[in-house]
């Protein structure tokens, strides 16, 4: 699944402003959501692998170009609705967060969740971002939850992403 | 039984193979490049305040719904207490 080192360089030369964007603009914020729910408490290793994000960002474009060659060419613009969809989905696969708590850390159970749950969470806040609105607070846990325990096929999560952030996005 | 299989044996078929994936990836990347307008350098200032305003929001979220968890557990033992008496 993963982009081999040779196409990057490839993809980066040619098409690097983009990519390179939506790179450091997902990093940033990793960055930032990571230091600010974990960086205090020592017992707690925060890791963020930018090969992975790497990896979201290329898989990312890659599902823009064959959604629009497939089912959507009369629209110009990919709606933000789609890019969170997309985006959200490859965070969740490729989860380039990890939190690992020490076995005598004293972190608060809450706390404990959100380090099960950090890509989840992270993908859900990044879709919030990217629409610029926030998912009322029973639907942001339900889909932190489907993302984490729903098996999906690929079709399934893209519907039910787009049902769900799409639904938000427009309304 | 004979096998018949498109996997490449020599190295030139490899090499091929691997320029073939590559253009097709590359272009991939480069169509849907063009259908993004996102603005993602504003997206990306002010992203501290955002994260800060999330992990209030965010904590509460999780911190109400262990604490309803719990309350439900509680429930269904006394329940279940109940009718076992």
Redesign the interface.
Known sequence: MGVPHKLRDQITTIYGKKIGEKNDFIVEHALAFLKRFFFDDASITIVLSSDQIYDVVLNYFVDIQRFKERRDMQEEQTSSGKIAAFTAKWLVKFKPLSVVIQPNSQASEATTFIARHINEIFAVSHAERILGKEFPRKLFLELVLDFRQKKFSETQLYMVLEQHIGYYAHN | MPLYTDLPTTDAERQKMLNRA?TD?????????Q????D??T??NG??D???A??Q???S??????ESFDGSATQATRSDHNNLR
């Open positions: 590559l990836r590359t272009r991939c990347v480069a169509i849907g490049n259908f993004d307008n996102f993602y350098s997206a990306k992203i501290n955002f994260v800060e999330s992990f929001r965010i904590t979220i999780i911190t109400e719904t262990m």
